[in-house]
């Protein structure tokens, strides 16, 4: 029998749980897209972006996912030729590095392994190397889907200026805008892409592009980009068309809009501290599991754990039948595990993921937690006594 009534629980790392409000912002009939309020609608979000990004620069808005976004930063930065260092902290860097290769780019891994947070010190190593000054740019994310690592773009700016590099600082934040402390100007990031489905709450197919003056400056030359990914008019549109490059995305910019209204009505520095109450309060449990079974948190050093997501290893368990118990039975989706698919992990049976960004509450969260130790329960998998008590006790701290 299933128990799963009511609404499901997404807890998984994108796309996130949507708003009423942002649900609801969609139904709508067709807008009017060469006038009337779809205009100012569109210029309120680039201007409310930039507060959630930290940023006084560019904006731009694409028809697209994170990995388009991803092809977008690269198709404006770089010419085939140019060479970039990735800091590989997981998956998604290696997805960013293979957009760049197969657009030209000759770029360098720089790895950290799967459970850790990037060393700024090995990338001013690795740049102070670098004396004809190659690299055009540092790329990394900052929260690695796969891994649930954590890089601290502040050290990883001021790295590349301790070695004395003029390269650029890109950043990928789609699985961490709008979840994890981040502020694009002050910590010398100058290029930063992010997508709409994560802790931004709404339906995929908008994603963003932040860009400084010195990005703009070193990028490939204009006429060489490619026509829809250039950067140019959408930052500065002449005519309301040229924020996207053809037809608006209509519905999509009201759900941002809706999703927008909550998160100015919260503040970033509420919306962070949220965030790390919830992180903390699963940690929490996880270790509490983990004193009676074979779960632990991927990431040992709290300072390098993503605010969004947490990857959680169990050597010897079927987390694909807890993964299946819990979406078929209970309601709630875990995240799959990503770039685990190997031999020591089970081909990744020993690895699931905890998505916590957005539209969270303590209900879910610890709602999430308790039934997540039902389906250890039911599906044989050892755990230690007191991970409830551990999460709602931080919960209660931070209330
Ligand atoms: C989700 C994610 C992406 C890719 O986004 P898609 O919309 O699935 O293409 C890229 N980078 C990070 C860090 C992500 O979490």
């Known amino acids: 029998m299933t128990l799963s009534y009511g609404r499901d629980l997404f807890l998984t790392p994108g796309p996130s749980v949507m708003p009423d409000s942002v649900l609801a912002a969609m139904m709508r009939p067709a807008p009017n897209i060469y006038g009337g309020p779809l205009v100012d609608v569109t210029a309120s979000i680039v201007a409310d972006l930039k507060t959630v990004a930290g940023t006084a620069h560019q904006a731009t808005i694409y028809i697209a996912n994170?990995?388009?976004?991803?092809e977008a930063a690269v198709a404006n930065v770089f010419a085939p030729g140019d060479a970039a260092l990735m800091l590989d902290t997981g998956n998604f860097a290696k997805g960013w590095a293979d957009v760049a290769r197969r657009l030209g780019v000759k770029v360098t891994l720089l790895p950290f392994g799967t459970d850790k947070a990037a060393d700024p010190a090995v990338l001013q190593q690795a740049l102070a190397a670098d004396t004809g000054h190659h690299y055009k740019a540092v790329m990394c994310t900052q929260t690695d889907t796969s891994t649930s690592a954590s890089n601290n773009i502040a050290a990883i700016r001021a790295a590349i200026n301790a070695a004395n590099h003029p390269a650029l600082l890109m950043v990928d934040c789609v699985a961490s805008l709008g979840c994890e402390h981040f502020e694009m100007d002050a910590w010398g990031v100058d290029v930063m892409v992010t997508?709409?489905?994560?802790?931004?709450?709404?339906?995929?197919?908008?994603?963003?592009?932040?860009?400084?003056?010195?990005?703009?400056?070193?990028?490939?030359?204009?006429?060489?980009?490619?026509?829809?990914?250039?950067?140019?008019?959408?930052?500065?549109?002449?005519?309301?068309?040229?924020?996207?490059?053809?037809?608006?995305?209509t519905h999509l910019l009201y759900a941002q809009r809706a999703a927008l209204d909550l998160i100015m009505a919260e503040g970033m520095p509420a919306i962070w501290a949220r965030h790390h109450v919830f992180a903390s309060a699963i940690w929490a449990a996880v270790q509490a599991w983990g004193t009676g079974g074979p779960l632990r948190l991927n990431i040992a050093d709290p300072a390098q754990r993503s605010r969004a997501v947490t990857t959680?290893?169990?050597?010897?368990?079927?987390?694909?039948?807890?993964?299946?118990?819990?979406?078929?039975?209970?309601?709630?989706?875990?995240?799959?595990?990503?770039?685990?698919?190997?031999?020591e992990y089970a081909q990744g049976a020993n690895v699931f993921r905890i998505g916590h960004m957005g539209h969270l509450n303590p209900p879910m969260v610890l709602g999430g937690l308790a039934t997540l130790q039902a389906g250890l329960t039911a599906c044989g998998i050892p755990f230690g006594a007191g991970a409830l008590d551990a999460a709602s006790a931080i919960i209660a701290q931070a209330g």
């Open 66 to 70: 994170g990995h388009g976004i991803w």
């Open 195 to 249: 997508a709409c489905q994560k802790g931004l709450m709404c339906p995929p197919g908008l994603a963003y592009m932040f860009f400084n003056d010195k990005a703009a400056r070193v990028a490939r030359p204009q006429a060489e980009r490619s026509p829809y990914w250039d950067w140019t008019a959408r930052a500065n549109p002449q005519r309301f068309y040229e924020y996207f490059f053809g037809t608006a995305p």
């Open 312 to 343: 959680v290893m169990a050597p010897g368990a079927d987390c694909n039948a807890l993964r299946n118990w819990l979406s078929d039975k209970a309601g709630v989706t875990l995240g799959v595990p990503l770039g685990f698919d190997l031999p």
